[in-house]
């Protein structure tokens, strides 16, 4: 089992700038990656970024060169650091870590953290 808590969201302006962070508890050396996933109202979960144990990122094409993703392993935490905001970034934030056991994932997910961009 692996509990992970959310932070850092919140009212910004369009162009502005927000660093979220997720401290994860529990399992966490069976953890194989970690992420960022945004719903906004009516759509579906989508991903933004994410992050390996190795240190390899991933991110989608509508934040690639404004969002920027890492991990700090000494404290369990995720950290996405965004900049250059947009209205259409507006959206409840999840955090989520993947466990991969005998070749089954297994994803875990915070509770979210609303961002609203205001334009």
């Known amino acids: 089992q692996v509990q992970l808590v959310e932070s850092g969201g919140g009212l910004v302006q369009a162009g502005g700038s927000l660093r979220l962070s997720c401290a994860a508890s529990g399992s966490i050396f069976s953890i194989n990656a970690m992420g960022w996933y945004r719903q906004a109202p009516g759509k579906q979960r989508d991903l933004v970024a994410t992050?390996?144990?190795?240190?390899?990122?991933n991110y989608a094409d509508s934040v690639k060169g404004r969002f920027t993703i890492s991990r700090d392993n000494v404290n369990n935490t995720v950290y996405l650091q965004m900049g250059s905001l947009k209205p259409e970034d507006t959206a409840v934030y999840y955090c989520?870590?993947?466990?991969?056991?005998?070749?089954?994932?297994?994803?875990?997910w915070g509770r979210g953290t609303q961002v609203t961009v205001s334009s």
């Open positions: 989520n870590a993947r466990l991969v056991v005998s070749l089954v994932n297994y994803d875990y």
């Open positions: 992050i390996t144990r190795g240190g390899s990122t």
